[in-house]
């Protein structure tokens, strides 16, 4: 079992940065690839951002490319997302999450554990 402790969440005006963490229990974090996912308001769960078991490899949706980063410190068992140039449209809950396989990053479904999330409110 691995749980997922998400916390940086708060209110930033429209360009700003946030830093987002999310802290796994256990001892196997490195094994497993990570993925933050965000909600908002009446609309679905969409992907952000993912990263490898080793950091090699990452994913972004498009919608934060060149404004977020995600990576992570295995020796912490911690996985963060910076957040750059933030628009009001980035308001929402995000979620960390842990999956052991390979594949399927953007897929949400495919992860098997998830954090409680964390409230990111952008001001325009």
């Known amino acids: 079992q691995v749980q997922l402790v998400e916390s940086g969440g708060g209110l930033v005006q429209a360009g700003g940065s946030l830093r987002l963490s999310c802290v796994a229990s256990g001892r196997t974090f490195s094994r497993y690839a990570m993925g933050w996912f965000r909600q908002a308001p009446g609309k679905e769960r969409e992907f952000v951002a993912a990263?490898?078991?080793?950091?090699?490899?990452?994913y972004y949706a498009d919608s934060v490319k060149g404004r977020f980063t995600i990576s992570r410190d295995n020796a912490k068992n911690t996985v963060y997302l910076q957040m750059n140039s933030l628009k009001s449209e980035d308001t929402a809950v995000y979620y960390c999450a842990a999956k052991f396989d390979n594949f399927g990053y953007r897929i949400g479904r495919s992860y098997d554990y998830w954090g409680q999330g964390t409230q990111v409110t952008v001001s325009s």
């Open positions: 990263i490898s078991w080793n950091g090699g490899i990452t």
